[in-house]
């Protein structure tokens, strides 16, 4: 980074310049939960030492947030803190110093602060009480505006100028902004409509940063259906099953829950929960075989006994569904997989009941997935979260090469992240915690 971003002098050295008579100047660029923790954390400085002005290319940040809420807006959970950090899989080791500063109990109890109260559902996901984010943002913006950050909204960063400037693309024509430290937190590229939408790659890369590819997470997959299994059966919903993962290594997984059949394959959170492994199986392999125990209450002995009894008179589907209480789209799953002469072996039926092979092809579009894997590598960064190859510029949130199932995992380390950051600006500007409000 050149330009005007210069590391402050550290503690114990004489200051290279003369104080300056004015506040330093952060930039963020990005209205999500990381920036807007990052802004938090950096607003706390007095506001003679520091300005915090936040960019956002929509109407108004957090909209991915309160989009995130229209089904409830899971917060965080409440399992074992040593169960939570291995969501992080691969990245955990990176993501669980920002945990065990900013974890799922401290999360809550930030929420709280904001007048918000919580409860900790069946499953153990957090919700607020009124399962709505509208409450929780607003609280926080009020919070964010009181401290003296400003909000710049319809700013679409497009890199930097040749001065070293950060230039944004507004409504009034291209501006460049002086800061004295740089945070992007632009989230993943699944977001394309609310501005996540991985455009931040190529400025980076073209300045030495190290990008791993972005990548689908928490994404469906594609099967390849047959055309009238599609028409048919397309959105409705696979409830009460357990998938089965093996992976290349022999490591088996499986997880109940429910998952939804797709004009193309599978979605849902339960597809999710394996999205990662079976994305990376597809890309090592070309396809990845799951099964599906569409009759997890009963045994296989059970469903044979059942369906070897005389079938009579009856339809193929009536007997199916008296003798294992399978209809619907789970009976059309057998008719898509099986041969015909399946059903007549009341062993392998009751076998494929148990055990329904799917084989997916795809992982589907980044631009449809949850969230996204890959991105700013983190050994890209210093023990601030600033990069190497540029000083005064930060990166956070979804940003940064992470990934993590739905849950409330998600917005836990994205949340951390942006605190740490925020913390980080803080010190590569010289101001020490004690000045801080």
Known sequence: ?????????????????????????????GGGPAGLMAAERIARAPPSAVRVDLYDA???VGRKFLLAGKGG???????????????????????????????????????????VSTFVGTSGRVFPDEMKAAPLLRAWLHRLRSAGVGFHMRHRWTGWNAEGLPTFETPAGPVAVHADALVL???????????????????????????????????????????????????????????SFTDGEGCTQRRQG???????????????????????????????????DLAPGRSVDALR?????????????????????????????????LPREAFADPGRLAAAIKALPLTLVSARPLAEAISTAGGVRFDAL????????????????????????????????????????GDGVLAWLGLRPDAMR
């Open 73 to 115: 807006l899971n917060i965080t959970h409440a399992e074992p803190f040593e169960q939570f950090c291995t969501r992080y899989s691969a990245a955990q080791d990176r993501v669980r110093p920002l945990l065990e500063a900013f974890g799922p109990e401290a999360l809550r109890a930030w929420v709280h602060a904001l007048g």
């Open 305 to 337: 006994g059942a369906l070897a009894r005389p079938r009579g008179r009856q339809s193929v589907g009536r007997f199916l569904r008296a003798a294992t209480g399978l209809d619907g789209v789970k009976a059309g799953l057998l008719h898509e997989v």
């Open 185 to 243: 937190a632009l989230g993943g590229g699944s977001w394309p409509r609310l501005g996540s939408d991985g455009a931040w790659v190529q400025p980076l890369a073209a300045r030495g940063v190290p990008v791993a590819p972005l990548r689908p997470a928490n994404c469906g997959f594609d099967v390849g259906w047959s055309t009238h299994f599609a028409e048919r059966f397309a959105g409705h919903p696979l409830k009460a099953v357990v998938l």
């Open 258 to 292: 429910e998952c939804v059949v797709t004009a193309t394959g599978v979605e849902g959170s339960l597809v999710y929960a394996f999205s990662a492994a079976l994305r990376d199986a597809i890309e090592a392999t070309g396809s990845a075989r799951i099964e599906l």
């Open 58 to 60: 929509m109407p108004s």
């Open 1 to 29: 980074m050149t330009g005007p971003m210069q590391p402050a002098p550290q503690d114990g050295c004489a200051p290279a310049e003369p104080v300056r008579d004015v506040p330093l100047r952060v930039a963020i660029v």
């Open 382 to 421: 210093d023990a601030r979260g600033m990069l190497r190859a540029l000083p005064g510029v930060f990166c956070t949130g979804e940003m940064l090469d992470w990934e993590a199932p739905t849950g409330g995992y998600l917005l836990t380390a994205c949340m951390a992240s942006g605190r740490d950051t």
